[in-house]
Nanobody
Framework: QVQLMESGGGSVQAGGSLRLSCAASGYTKRNFCVGWFRQAPGNEREGLVLIDSVDVPAYADSVKGRFIFSRDDAQNILYLQMNSQKVDDTGMYYC??????????????????WGQGTQVTVSS
C-alpha cells in the first residue's frame, strides 16, 4: 500500500523560503511517477512538479525557477524546496504518486495516491 505523509508547512513572508518533505513508502521507484500538487482557497488542485521514474522533472510555469524537487532514495523522502515565495503560493500542498513511470498527465484525478497535505501560508 502506497503511503505518503507531508511535513514542513508553515507561515513565511513573501520572498522567503520553505522546504516541504514527504515520507513515501509502499512503491517501487521504477514503476511510479511522483510529484507535488497544491490547492489554493477556492481553486482546483494544481500540479507543481512531476518526476518520472528516471528522475526527469517537469515544473509548472507558475513555479519554474523558484521551486526545486529533490529526493533521498535511501530514506524514501521527497522534498520540495520553495524559494522566492509569493502570496499566491498560499495553499495546501500535497505529495502525490501514480503507477506510471512516465507521468503522462497533470490531471489531479489521475493521481491515485495523495498525502494528507501540509498548509503553506505566504504573507505580504
Amino acid at each position: 500500500q502506497v503511503q505518503l505523509m507531508e511535513s514542513g508547512g508553515g507561515s513565511v513572508q513573501a520572498g522567503g523560503s520553505l522546504r516541504l518533505s514527504c515520507a513515501a513508502s509502499g512503491y517501487t521507484k521504477r514503476n511510479f511517477c511522483v510529484g507535488w500538487f497544491r490547492q489554493a482557497p477556492g481553486n482546483e488542485r494544481e500540479g507543481l512538479v512531476l518526476i518520472d521514474s528516471v528522475d526527469v522533472p517537469a515544473y509548472a510555469d507558475s513555479v519554474k525557477g523558484r521551486f526545486i524537487f529533490s529526493r533521498d532514495d535511501a530514506q524514501n523522502i521527497l522534498y520540495l524546496q520553495m524559494n522566492s515565495q509569493k502570496v499566491d503560493d498560499t495553499g495546501m500542498y500535497y505529495c502525490v504518486a501514480r503507477p506510471d513511470p512516465s507521468c503522462g498527465t497533470w490531471s489531479p484525478s489521475h493521481y491515485k495516491y495523495w498525502g494528507q497535505g501540509t498548509q503553506v501560508t505566504v504573507s505580504s
